[in-house]
Nanobody, 124 residues
Framework: QVQLIESGGGLVQAGGSLRLSCTVA????????MGWFRQAPGKEREFVVA????????YYADSVQGRFTISRDNAKNTVFLQMNTLQPEDTAVYYC?????????????????WGQGTQVTVSS
């Protein structure tokens, strides 16, 4: 069974940093386009970043460009989201997702596998 297992969320003050991890279990990691989305209370799920290691392209949402960085460790089947200069508006549940598309894509319906989500709370 394929699973995406996230970790690394927590509470941080504005201006601080967090690193989220998403480990892919039960399948070949390298074939997937990996993305991160987030959902704040009362809001729709929002695209954060996606990266295709097949074509080397990465796409960031404007709201996180320059502050967030996606990376991966193939040996550990894990993708990371380094989040710097966090702001209260970054508060949300963060989800990693995997897609068979070449990508990158910001469309949530293009992703077929989703993690359970990890809470990120940024205090002012």
């Amino acid at each position: 069974q394929v699973q995406l297992i996230e970790s690394g969320g927590g509470l941080v003050q504005a201006g601080g940093s967090l690193r989220l991890s998403c480990t892919v279990a039960g399948t070949t990691f390298s074939r997937y386009l990996m993305g991160w989305f987030r959902q704040a209370p009362g809001k729709e799920r929002e695209f954060v970043v996606a990266s295709s290691w097949l074509n080397g392209r990465t796409y960031y949402a404007d709201s996180v460009q320059g502050r967030f960085t996606i990376s991966r460790d193939n040996a550990k089947n894990t993708v990371f989201l380094q989040m710097n200069t966090l702001q209260p508006e970054d508060t949300a549940v963060y989800y990693c997702a995997a897609s068979y598309k070449l990508g990158p894509t910001a469309v949530a319906s293009d992703y077929t596998l989703w993690g359970q989500g990890t809470q990120v709370t940024v205090s002012s």
